[in-house]
């Protein structure tokens, strides 16, 4: 009965969810799914700023540095605000910048997908010749840059409307969540 009403809900208002948390998290692998399941268009915004500026945001970091993709980062979600009954999966960074969280807020529901610093560096390291941000560091640089970022970041992320601690967490849960209100 609690989904039927959600489903209802979801089929005559406008809604937009998006997912916030660390990179490697899990924020774009969840969005899909729950797209999927809501029957909802998905934005992963890294994509979204790739196809904007027809480079990698690797590329744009590194080159331009990061206060110039933030305020890339700012104008896209500017944009992905407007769009209705949508999934968004932002970057690992893109809540702690530019008064970015109060905009997700305005506009719609933030999800936090809360991973502990473990399960961040492992994944990490997988990545580390990928993200300008990580790359060539060692396990304790990983382990210091997650403790980092978090002192950072972490205060932006727990304003979420919805908090999930696992970054296992099924769908399920979250709809359930949101029509428990």
Not at 54 to 59: A, D, Q, R
Not at 82 to 88: A, Q
Request: hydrophobic residues 40%.
């Amino acid at each position: 009965m609690l989904t039927f009403i959600y489903i209802c809900r979801i089929n005559t208002s406008t809604v937009r969810l998006f997912i916030i948390g660390f990179k490697s998290s899990g924020k774009t692998t969840f969005g899909r799914k729950l797209a999927v399941r809501l029957n909802m268009d998905f934005i992963d915004m890294d994509e979204y700023i790739e196809r904007k500026y027809n480079s990698s945001v690797p590329e744009l970091f590194t080159q331009e540095g990061e206060e110039a993709f933030r305020r890339k980062e700012w104008k896209v979600l500017i944009e992905i605000v407007k769009k209705d009954n949508i999934v968004v999966s932002t970057g690992g960074g893109a809540a702690c910048h530019c008064d970015n969280m109060s905009l997700m807020e305005k506009y719609g529901d933030t999800v936090y997908i809360k991973v502990d610093d473990e399960t961040l560096v492992s994944r990490l390291k997988e990545l580390i010749e990928d993200r300008p941000v990580v790359k060539g560091k060692s396990m304790p640089e990983l382990r210091a840059y997650v403790t980092g970022m978090k002192e950072k970041c972490e205060h932006h992320y727990l304003r979420a409307k919805y908090i999930l601690e696992n970054e296992n967490i099924a769908v399920e849960k979250l709809v359930e969540m949101i029509a428990d209100g």
